[in-house]
């Protein structure tokens, strides 16, 4: 009797289980896969309106002359644009987090901008958010039109300012955009009046160093193509002082300690920066934004009152 009563259990049990799997309790969430990548990603008037975003914002396109396709981005202008005639206003690029790629990945940052705008938190600026290419800000010519860097360096900002009334422009993004800043930065100071590179992933870009371009065992890049190389590069030019920077990061983000690493990097080559350090807040440009938006944008305002313009 023991034995039949043990059994009938142990098929109680099976079924139980089998009974929660179909229902979809007490299964393991599937990972949501990444949208396939593509070089245009426009919202429709009925989404943006959805998201609450600004009337401001706008999806446009260009043609790339490099890989002969549309490339998206959004725009933020401010309403003054249209009012202003041909007054120039200074403008913002910020460079999405994550891979691959899309222009729509940060746009509900522009709600943060509108309202500094209304709000006289700051001058009336163009924003845009670009497209980084099926590698996020890497030229990656592995991948068929993996040159993001380039298209966005090369490509569009011309583009932006043959179209629109452009005066003086910075340059920030967050996550891997952050990572992209920070190489840009570096790269081609003269085209910025400051520099914000965000929650950036210097530990991933540490490991590029150490291991002749690896970021992993499928992905590799070019030699020296990396924040802590280029930074060495950067600290023997000339003008290294006079570039504005200022690290942006949480302290519950999990890049915090590398971002004080990096800081700890720049100060022993020389290379003047601030650092703007959100307390619990986690790895969120959002979150950093609600919390300290006003003075990240200020950083910028700042300068383009500071500077010559380029």
Known sequence: MRKIHLFTTLILLIFTGSAIAQTGKGKSKAKKKPEPFAWSNPLSGEQLAKYSLPEGLSHQTFTSPSIGTEVGYFIYLPETYKESGD?????????????????????????????????????????????????????????????????????????????????????????????????????????????????????????????????????KFAKGYNTWDLADVYAKRDEKTKLPIILWVGTKGFNYEFNLKFSKNLKSLGIPHEMLVVEGADHSAAKIYEAKGDELMQFHQKNFSGSKGH
Do not use: C
């Open 87 to 219: 007054t120039k206003l200074n403008l913002v690029f910020h460079l999405h987090g994550g891979r691959p790629g899309s222009e729509r990945k940060s746009i509900k940052l522009s709600k943060y901008v509108d309202a500094a705008i209304k709000a006289k938190t700051i001058e009336p600026t163009i924003y845009v958010w670009p497209n980084g290419g099926p590698m996020s800000w890497y030229n990656y010519p592995q991948i068929e039109n993996g040159h993001g860097e380039d298209v966005f360096v090369k490509e569009l900002i011309p583009h932006i300012q043959n179209k629109y009334r452009v005066n003086k422009m910075a340059i920030e993004g967050f996550s891997q955009g952050g990572r992209g800043t920070t190489r840009i930065m570096f790269q081609y100071p003269e085209l910025f009046v400051s520099a914000a590179p965000g929650g950036s992933g210097y530990e991933p870009e540490k490991r590029i160093q150490e291991n002749d371009g690896a970021e992993s065992e499928k992905v």
